[in-house]
């Protein structure tokens, strides 16, 4: 492409984020649909986060995406924040307010997460049994949020705040959603049809784990968001449990397609920007 001095800016902001895929996938749909703009990863130091999201809107930099570990910070500095930015109190989406000079926030984590759900497992809905969700974060809260609009299945979130995580249910949906204990993991996880880690356990091979996932459902799906790397000690066990396992290379394409749309007003496609992902990654 050739940038000019009209050249729209878009980033991604985190720390670290340099190893961050979503300038691939990001300038990919920038060059298919033919805009004039650009979309790089910036590294910020969290000391500086606030006053860096000062002056990039300052710079007419058009949208942002927000990473780890700054999406509840997001969240608090936006000028305007959506429904499910103001339910889950995260966000990993801004769009910049030229009247402001500010952003406002936007969370498309849970459902670019159900999106890749419905283009690589399509049946997850009518499985037997209920949905387990790994962690209480900002990325949990926004995928906990996602799947209680989308199913009504039972939903058992997996925290070791017990406390964070019953104030979660309670704000999004207490009759839907439950909370269980680690340490009770196994009876949780008992005729499961969709396990989600939403934790950072794995994340570059720090602090693998790998649960047992003999008394799920035998047709269970088990969900890493985790892609770096692809295969991780979670996903291991879960193929030598025989259940069918996806990694968060998905969601980042889900939850980055639908920033996109926010962004351009367009909603890119999906399996294009997983592929370009997919090829990324083998090259």
């Known amino acids: 492409m050739k940038i000019t001095g009209s050249t729209e800016l878009y980033a991604v902001l985190g720390n670290p984020v340099r190893h961050s895929m979503s300038p691939i996938l990001q300038n990919s749909w920038i060059q298919a649909h033919g805009f004039n703009a650009l979309y790089v990863a910036l590294p910020v130091e969290p000391e500086n986060f606030e006053t860096a999201l000062e002056g990039l809107a300052a710079s007419d930099v058009c949208g942002l995406n927000i990473t780890t570990p700054f999406k509840e910070r997001a969240a608090a500095a936006a000028l305007q924040q959506s429904d499910r930015v103001r339910l889950i109190g995260a966000a990993n989406c801004l769009s910049l307010d030229r009247t402001g000079r500010g952003y406002d926030a936007n969370n498309t984590d849970g459902d670019g997460l159900v999106a890749d759900l419905d283009n690589r497992a399509a049946q997850w809905r009518s499985l037997e049994g209920h949905i387990v969700v790994l962690g209480a974060g900002g990325a949990a809260r926004s995928i906990l949020a996602a799947l209680s609009a989308h199913s009504d299945k039972e939903i058992c979130v997996i925290n070791r705040d017990q406390a964070r995580a019953q104030k979660i249910a309670d704000q999004l949906n207490p009759q839907q959603i439950r909370v269980g204990t680690w340490q009770d993991l196994s009876q949780n996880l008992a005729n499961s049809s969709l396990v989600i880690n939403a934790t950072s356990q794995g994340l570059n091979n720090q602090a693998p784990f790998s649960p047992d996932f003999s008394p799920t459902h035998p047709d269970a799906i088990i969900y890493d968001t985790i892609y770096s790397p692809r295969m ?18 998905g969601m980042l394409a ?14 890119p496609n999906l399996q294009d920007g997983l592929h370009t992902l997919e090829k990324a990654l083998t090259a």
């Open 254 to 267: 889900g939850q980055g397609a639908l920033a996109f749309q926010h962004w351009f007003g367009i909603l």
């Open 232 to 249: 991780t000690a979670y996903l291991e066990s879960a193929k030598s449990h025989k259940r069918r396992y996806l990694d968060g290379l």
